[in-house]
């Protein structure tokens, strides 16, 4: 299959150079070309959960122009990134290229269909973790499954056949849209609140004012979802959030760690998204709002 994957950071590295390990043709887009040559040149080495090296050959590149329409595409910049970046690769995408979606956010299959009809958008979401150690280097932090779906059945088991080939567990579902909503879910009272104390996940819940806050988030959003007519499956939502806060106890949550970097963070499309349909709903979210402005006031004090 000729796939292109589109944000050769960690998450499109590690899929992008299993699917190239399992024979597939595969192009990982980038817009920087220092780092694409270096790829090209050097290779990626992806390190496994158990310290397993793997060296693969890849093919990269900073314009759309050189894979040709491409059957499969699979988005993976960060959610703030990706209106842009699809429009930057527009050359690979024809009438019938595949478009899948496992970023985070509420907002990842939405921008799939703003571009794609039905039949050709999936999403979802992926318990796979990565990082970039440098580049080129990418190492597993968590191997769990990927969830996802959509209109196309044929289009969905097209898909699963070449992730599971590559390694990659999936669970396929019709409707993706409650399960995206439950990762958000669980992300919503940690991310901008690691961002805005730098506590640890472990540390935060631990904190009664932090868990006092994250159970508010929490209850907000699930109501926010009941008006917006999601049913979310998942029975105590923030029985799930203390469970992964002490499961991953001295993690510094990906939002914190774009804050310590200076970078820009996903607020948008997950705390912000749900102020944002809370609104639609005629739905009050006060601390969800807070929480979202003050991660934006933080990021507007190194940006631009
Ligand atoms: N890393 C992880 O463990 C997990 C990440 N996710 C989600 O997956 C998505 C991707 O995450 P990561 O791989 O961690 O991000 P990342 O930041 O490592 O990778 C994104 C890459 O896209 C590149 N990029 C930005 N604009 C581009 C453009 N116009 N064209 C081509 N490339 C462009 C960036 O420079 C970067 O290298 C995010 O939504 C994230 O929340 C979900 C589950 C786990
Ligand atoms: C919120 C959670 C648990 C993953 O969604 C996290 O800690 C992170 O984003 O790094």
């Not at 019938?96 to 039905?118: C, F, K, M, P, V």
């Not at 004012?209 to 917006?228: D, F, G, N, P, Q």
């Amino acid at each position: 299959m000729n796939i292109a994957v589109i944000g050769a950071g960690a998450l499109g590295c590690l899929f992008g150079g299993r699917l190239t390990e399992s024979g597939h043709d595969v192009y990982l887009l980038h817009y920087r070309q220092a780092y694409v040559d270096h790829l090209n040149e050097a290779g990626l080495t992806i390190e496994s959960e158990n310290d397993e090296k793997t060296d693969i050959a890849v093919t990269a590149t900073t314009d759309a122009n050189e894979i040709g329409v491409a059957d499969l595409v699979i988005v993976f910049v960060k959610s703030h990134q990706t209106r842009d970046a699809l429009a930057e690769h527009a050359a690979c995408i024809g009438p019938e290229t595949d478009l899948l979606s496992l970023q985070n956010g509420l907002r990842h299959y939405d921008r799939l269909l703003d571009i794609a009809d039905e039949d050709h958008s999936f999403a979802g979401v992926t318990y796979q973790g990565a990082v970039v150690e440098e580049p080129g280097y990418i190492r597993v932090t968590s191997s769990g499954s990927s969830t996802f779906g959509g209109a196309n059945d044929g289009g969905l088991h097209r898909i699963e056949e070449i992730l599971v080939e590559a390694g990659f567990p999936v669970e396929l579902v019709d409707d993706p849209r409650p399960y995206i909503w439950a990762k958000q879910l669980v992300s919503l009272p940690i991310k901008p609140l690691a961002a805005l104390t730098h506590l640890s996940n472990g540390e935060l819940i631990e904190t009664p004012e932090t868990r006092t806050l994250m159970k508010e988030i929490v209850a907000e959003a699930e109501y926010v979802a009941e008006h917006h007519g999601v049913d979310i499956p998942m029975d105590d939502p923030m029985a799930e959030v203390v469970a992964t806060c002490e499961e991953s106890y001295s993690h510094y949550s990906s939002m914190l760690q774009d804050i310590r970097a200076k970078r820009k963070t996903e607020i948008d499309d997950v705390n912000g998204a749900i102020v944002d349909i809370a609104r639609e709903e005629d739905v009050d979210v006060p601390i969800n709002e807070l929480a979202t402005n003050l991660v934006r006031a933080l990021e507007k004090s190194y940006l631009d």
